[in-house]
């Protein structure tokens, strides 16, 4: 057994002169857990809620958009819909267009963005998952049918059951000129709304869903697109599939996945993560403090141990690394204890949620979702050993050469 390890671990275990060594060194260990099991815990949390969004994201954004990169339409024959489907990972493509209308339900007035959809909606995305009151069918019998945001529904008052008022959708005309009857400025349909879907307040104060042919009908267009939505086989040749499209589309297209599609949200996440990651690292840091004081405590405490490796050959680097493991292992043992420590709470959640969110309301979830990455654990175990290795460090190159130099010489 190596000889630094021996003596560092006889001495963090076996008694010391002064119980107060030991109470100090037991506060170090435990300080150091307390704050590796709050880095473990609150990372595993921002994991869950970061999972938890990306699922709601998930349901409504495709795996890939197409979109053009100037101008809010393209042309339809434009797009060589065989080629896109020789590429193999691709699955579906959803025609989508986008447009800003009026809603109307009763009295009430509502701004809204109607996406039109193509009979592959329900294939590229997981809106069916989404529907909070009745059913997510867009087309049926030969009607056509809407889905609409929570938000919106709520703000209309909004019953399905209401078979005799439908939603009234009004969206500019594409005149030349100017008119004077203003009801003429404006195309209107009416539409049966079949569900209410609830996926992130954005989303659900934003959208109501309709066929496309509804959409075209209503806008004047003849073959005209916002953008592809693509649903691919495998996620792990997104990358590949991307510069494939990429190929395929060309200049005048941008091809986004769905970190992309929410790139701001999903780089704010990462922003608090990592922020929250440094503050509770400088707590551990603080706690590591401990450490320091009780290897300054130990080495004053083993003046004569010191003394008796001196004159048995032991050179003052030797004794230095003793102390140096002495602290390392403090600081280890902590570490792991933390990681056991919150890895057992995060799993216990993740089983049982005994910690409930108690946000006042109801909501998605009832306890705090936990996600447990392995990397977390590499990552809060480098910064253990880190502040641990100066934490070690410091004690046993300047206290002990403040007052055992003369003993070592």
């Given at each position: ?8 671990r ?21 300080g ?7 880095l ?7 994991n869950?809620?970061?999972?938890l ?13 197409v ?7 393209f ?14 990972n ?11 209308a ?22 590229t ?21 809407a ?11 909004l019953?399905?059951?209401d ?82 499209l ?8 941008t091809v ?21 990651f ?11 403090f401990?450490v ?7 080495i ?22 003793i ?17 056991l ?17 108690n946000t006042?309301a ?14 977390d ?10 502040i ?15 007052h055992?130099?003369?003993?070592l010489?």
């Amino acid at each position: 057994m190596n000889l630094y390890f021996y003596i560092a671990r006889r001495y963090l275990f076996a008694k010391k002169t002064h119980n107060i060594i030991n109470i100090i060194s037991a506060i170090s260990v435990g300080g150091v857990t307390i704050g590796t099991a709050a880095l473990i815990i609150v990372l595993s949390v921002f994991n869950g809620f970061e999972g938890l969004v990306v699922g709601m994201f998930n349901s409504f954004n495709p795996d890939l958009k197409v979109s053009p990169l100037k101008g809010k339409t393209f042309q339809e024959k434009e797009i060589d819909f065989k080629k896109i489907y020789q590429v193999s990972n691709v699955s579906h493509i959803t025609k989508v267009i986008e447009e800003n209308a009026l809603i109307k339900y009763h009295e009430k007035q509502y701004i809204a963005s109607i996406k039109a959809v193509s009979e592959d909606f329900h294939q590229t995305s997981r809106i069916d998952s989404m529907i909070v009151s009745g059913d997510a069918a867009l087309e049926y019998a030969g009607k056509y049918y809407a889905l609409v945001g929570q938000g919106i529904a709520y703000y209309l008052g909004l019953s399905l059951n209401d078979y005799d008022n439908p939603l009234s959708i009004y969206v500019p005309r594409h005149l030349e000129g100017n008119q004077i009857d203003p009801l003429e400025a404006f195309n209107s349909q009416f539409i049966q709304p079949s569900g209410i879907f609830s996926i992130q307040q954005e989303y659900d104060q934003k959208y109501v869903i309709v066929p496309l042919r509804f959409a075209r009908t209503l806008l004047e267009y003849d073959n005209e697109l916002s953008a592809l939505e693509i649903k691919i086989k495998n996620i792990n040749y997104l990358k590949n599939t991307v510069k494939e499209l990429e190929s395929i589309f060309g200049n005048n297209f941008t091809v986004k996945d769905r970190y992309q599609q929410e790139e701001l949200l999903f780089k704010i996440m990462k922003s608090e993560k990592l922020i929250v990651f440094l503050i509770l690292s400088f707590i551990l840091l603080i706690a590591t403090f401990n450490v320091i004081g009780s290897l300054s405590m130990l080495i004053l405490d083993k003046k004569k141990d010191i003394s008796v490796l001196k004159s048995m050959g032991a050179s003052k680097q030797t004794i230095r690394n003793i102390f140096f493991t002495e602290g390392m292992m403090i600081t280890l043992f902590g570490g792991l204890l933390g990681m056991l420590l919150g890895g057992m709470v995060c799993w216990l959640q993740l089983q049982f949620g005994f910690i409930k969110m108690n946000t006042g309301a109801t909501f998605i979830i009832e306890a705090y979702p936990v996600k447990i990455l392995f990397q977390d654990f590499l990552y809060v175990l480098l910064i253990v050993l880190v502040i641990g290795f100066f934490a070690a460090w410091y004690p046993v190159k300047y206290i002990s050469k403040k007052h055992l130099e003369a003993r070592l010489a």
